[in-house]
């Protein structure tokens, strides 16, 4: 049996910039297929298979696969990414999903690959896991929002997809109820 010291491995390993570079790429993937549905305009891409044809195209994700597997991928994306430690778990219907992702070898690396649009994704977000980025991926609770963002706070704390629009409605809305109750 070969044993290999992953830390001559990792030595080998392209430097953090080209990581992180394409840390934003995935980042950017799985953000975008998060917010394949908008409750705000309320649309959903998934709705339609030419429109889930058209998104995956649009990106150069090859093949869009089957729709209904996308829907069902993203819905529990999207409720692993907005999970409330106070709050009970949220159930989507499924336990688990296995989707074919392949592992090629990139100038003697293993790097995760999709075979069609679902897989990339899965690929790009197995990535973030394994990274420390998927911990930052939030969803905004506003309900007429709920757009998926990346958190850059240095602290990991921002609530809001946008302080100036949906974190301003809701401190003016609590605002409105604090001093309702007042008079």
């Known amino acids: 049996m070969v044993f290999v010291n992953s830390r001559a491995v990792a030595d080998r390993v392209p430097a953090n910039h080209a990581a992180d570079q394409d840390a ?38 090859g ?36 989707w074919p992702v392949p592992v090629v070898l990139h100038d003697g690396v293993p790097v995760l690959g999709g075979h069609d649009a679902l897989g990339t994704v899965l690929a790009a977000s197995v990535h973030l896991v394994h990274t420390g980025h998927w911990n930052r991926i939030k969803i905004c609770p506003a309900d007429d929002c709920l757009w998926a963002f990346y958190d850059r706070s240095r602290n990991k704390s921002r609530t809001w997809c946008s302080m100036r629009v949906c974190g301003n409605r809701e401190k003016a809305r609590s605002w409105r109820e604090r001093h309702a109750t007042e008079s």
């Open 24 to 61: 934003e790429r995935d980042v950017e993937l799985v953000l975008a297929f998060l917010n394949t549905c908008d409750a705000e305009a309320d649309t959903d891409v998934l709705d339609s298979a030419d429109q889930w044809r058209e998104w995956s195209t649009g990106r150069g994700l």
């Open 63 to 98: 093949e869009a696969g089957e729709r209904g597997a996308a829907r069902r991928i993203r819905d529990a994306m999207r409720g692993a990414v907005s999970y409330d430690p106070s709050a009970p778990a949220p159930h989507t219907g499924i336990d688990t999903i296995t």
